[in-house]
């Protein structure tokens, strides 16, 4: 999990169910304060910072999140999936500090995967591949299990590391 890079900067697409959406990112992570921020860079000029508190998996970020990704799409956003990101995700945070047991996590060749048990019909998924230095590409998902591989994902966000501050 070493080779996780959690400040960086690069470019990613979020997908919400058949819409893609590109932008520039920069992330760091306070390993004092528990806390990871992401900038997204949007063409037009739109940015959105979020952090994800993962000491407390709920933080008042958990809004502005919600925003971008209705500002994205184009009606409702299940609220659950994005408590299910929120959690899972800090989840992930703390076991990149070895604070956090009982994850699934393996490494298979070049790849890292971290797997949740389905919730509410959900799978988590969580990929970090093209191993280098640091793995380069990141890819965070949310699937329902009823279409689990038939379609897209409800929530994907896919992470280009270019550049990778702390290792």
């Known amino acids: 999990m070493e080779k996780i890079c959690f400040s960086a900067e690069g470019k990613g697409r979020v997908q919400l169910s058949s819409k893609k ?4 990112f920069e992330s760091l992570i ?45 009606g ?23 604070l956090e047991i009982g994850l699934d996590w393996h490494p298979i060749r070049d790849k890292f995967i971290i797997s949740f048990p389905p919730e509410n019909g959900y799978f988590f998924h969580f990929e970090a591949s093209e191993l280098d230095l640091f793995y380069k590409r990141i890819k965070i998902s ?10 897209e994902p409800a929530l994907q966000i896919e992470l280009f590391l270019q550049n990778c501050s702390v290792i």
């Not at 949310?142 to 038939?150: E, H, K, L, T, Y």
């Open 142 to 151: 949310i699937d329902s299990d009823r279409d689990r591989g038939m379609r």
């Open 76 to 98: 409702e956003f299940n609220d659950f999936l994005l408590t299910e990101f929120w959690e899972k995700m800090s989840k992930i945070l703390r076991a990149s500090e070895g």
């Open 30 to 74: 306070s390993r004092d304060k528990k806390k990871w921020a992401l900038d997204f860079h949007f063409p037009g000029g739109r940015e959105k910072l979020i952090e994800v508190d993962y000491e407390t998996p709920l933080s008042k970020q958990k809004e502005t999140f919600k925003r971008l990704l209705l500002d994205l799409g184009d």
């Open 21 to 24: 959406y590109g932008f520039d």
